[in-house]
């Protein structure tokens, strides 16, 4: 089964509006939580690493201010697109490390993103 | 040169027989290797995972691993249309830090 959920799956929103994602590890604590971008047909790229306890890494070009991040707890992080427009409509996928061995990464769901 | 190496395709086999997908990564450390499979629309959903050299089964998917040719490997056999899909391939480079090829999309032709 899952391993790790995301909320909501799909969330429409008008321009200049903020829109919380919450990505949960189930039945694992996670310390690091990893956030990505996926435009259509495009590959995943790494937007920001989340960090339990402390400030998100963000990859470079991705503005922290628009995109904040809280670990919140050893099993939630959210991500907060502030005042999103158009072009941040896309597919948002977290993930969180099983940690143990080889430290599987496990996908949450996803989280559709349209701003109109 | 990219960390983690994928060629992108489309790779189209008929169905019922071997895919091979196949990947190339620059840290000769690296100790863990990953498959992940995507659907359009979906996220990424592990596949298998690999660390030692040689060839490791699962069901119809065997991973293969030559950490002296840095190259990872994924043979589907008796391939079917809903394998139709990009395929992933990870590398942990150490610690939580994965990386990902960009991926080759796999058809499956009935």
């Known amino acids: 089964g899952a391993v790790v959920s995301q909320h909501p799956s799909r969330v429409i929103c008008k321009s200049g509006t903020s829109v919380k994602i919450e990505c949960r590890s189930l039945?694992?604590?996670?310390?690091?939580m990893f956030w990505y971008r996926q435009f259509p047909k495009q590959s995943l790229m790494l937007m920001a690493t989340?960090?339990?306890?402390?400030?998100?890494?963000?990859e470079q070009g991705v503005e922290k201010d628009k995109f904040l991040i809280n670990h919140a707890s050893l099993t939630l992080s959210t991500l907060t697109v502030t005042s999103a427009h158009p072009e941040d409509s896309s597919f948002y996928i977290c993930?969180?490390?099983?940690?143990?061995?080889?430290?599987?990464?496990?996908f949450g769901p996803g989280t559709r993103l349209t701003v109109l | 040169q990219k960390e983690v190496e994928q060629n992108s395709g489309p790779l189209s086999v008929p169905e019922g027989a071997i895919a091979s997908l196949n990947c190339t990564y620059s840290?000769?450390?690296?100790?863990?290797f990953f498959w992940y499979r995507q659907y359009s629309g979906k996220s990424p959903e592990l596949i298998m995972f690999?660390?030692?050299?040689g060839d490791k089964e699962d069901g119809r998917f065997t991973a293969q691993l030559n950490k002296a040719s840095q190259y990872v490997s994924l043979l589907i056999r008796d391939s079917q249309p809903s394998d139709s899909a990009t395929y992933l391939c990870?590398?942990?480079?150490?610690?939580?830090?994965?990386?990902f090829g960009a991926g080759t999309r796999l058809t499956v032709k009935p």
């Open positions: 840290d000769r450390g690296s100790q863990s």
């Open positions: 990870a590398v942990n480079m150490g610690g939580l830090d994965m990386r």
């Open positions: 993930s969180a490390p099983k940690r143990g061995g080889t430290d599987t990464q496990y």
């Open positions: 690999i660390y030692s050299n």
């Open positions: 039945d694992f604590q996670a310390t690091t």
């Open positions: 989340s960090n339990e306890g402390s400030k998100a890494t963000y």
